[in-house]
């Protein structure tokens, strides 16, 4: 299939996305039952549903299967890539065991394994390159570096897991930058000149915010040091570069000048960033430029990556609604969380 036939099946899914209308609606309700009814109605949730009693199902499930939808669309649409991008069109795939990764770090340090067992995603079980079953039976960070040792890609992770007193946000800045590192394998070996750039900024834009965000919550909510922020920045640059990082850390009023930043480099000028909550506005800039950049392109790469942060996003949506109608949340105030 063309790489433009790909594009326009990727354009078509999104217009299978949820309407203004249908968040609307969806706000109003004021209990899970009837939110998940709602969903259950619609042509795009229906299958998701089918099977789920809505009167008797947990909040839990109904983001497990929210997510196991977004993976499952992306495997049915990954299958029409062109044989020449399907190393880098694994990217989903690999950003989804990198996060399997952190959270069995996150709960070998909380002690919560067995938590982390119960909720395994089973969807994902057959598409990753270790077991997070036995991973999550892992008692220590030794035990696990033996099951992540044979993974090559995250051989810089093995010596930090066998320290004796492992830095567990460093761990998870390693993780997050052997997955780029993929990334730029990946496109290296499928694109060429001006069009490799290209799909590495696609990437890299995400990095960016994630970075400056970083740095904005580590200062603001736990002011910790320049040198202790720095170090757990994942080491790959679009338009943020360092020298910015480093400016702003400096300033008398680091997060002023951190925000600063986001307005400069991360958002368009008619989106305001609030400094409480700044991933909102990030966040509404990030699906303003995919769902611009998924009607503009005809690249099968950057339409299943745009339609991938789209569907994430009405994720997210779903998720901040069934949340605010589990406590109580008027409508007005989810309304504010919902990006569309």
Known sequence: MANSAVAAKAKAR???????????NLIQRRTISSAVGYLKGTPRYRPVFADIDENTVHRGTVEELLSQHVFKNY??????????????????????EADQIIKVITAIASKTQQNYYLNLPV?????????????????????????????KIYKPLIPLLKSDTPDINKCITVVDSCYIKWVFDAVNKSFKGKEKEKIKRFFLRR????????????????DEDEEFIKNLVIPYYYRIKPIDI???????????????????????????????????????????????????????????????VLADN??????????????????????KLIII
């Not at 044989?83 to 880098?88: A, F, V």
């Not at 850390?249 to 989106?271: D, F, G, H, W, Y």
């Not at 305001?272 to 699906?287: N, Q, R, S, T, V």
Request: aromatic share 12%.
């Open 75 to 96: 495997i049915r649409v990954k299958k029409f890539g062109t044989g020449k991008m399907n190393g880098i069109l694994d990217f989903y795939i690999k950003k989804n």
């Open 123 to 151: 969807y994902l079980m057959d598409y990753l390159d270790f077991d997070p079953a036995k991973a999550a039976k892992c008692k220590d960070f030794k035990e696990l570096s033996e099951i992540l040792g044979g993974l």
């Open 14 to 24: 999104f217009g299978q996305f949820l309407k203004k209308a249908d968040y609307d």
């Open 207 to 222: 990095t960016d915010m994630d970075n400056i965000l970083l740095c904005y919550r580590l200062k603001k909510f736990f």
């Open 246 to 308: 480093d400016n702003a850390l400096k300033n008398q009023n680091p997060t002023e000048a951190l925000i600063s930043i986001m307005e400069k480099k991360c958002v368009p000028k008619r989106i305001a960033i609030d400094e409480d909550f700044p991933e909102l506005g990030i966040m509404k800039a990030d699906y303003e430029f995919f769902r611009h950049k998924l009607f503009l392109t005809n690249d099968e790469t950057e339409a299943i990556f745009s339609l991938l």
């Open 314 to 335: 009405e994720r997210t949506n779903l998720q901040k609604i069934i949340e605010g109608i589990r406590y109580g949340e008027n409508p007005s105030e989810i309304e």
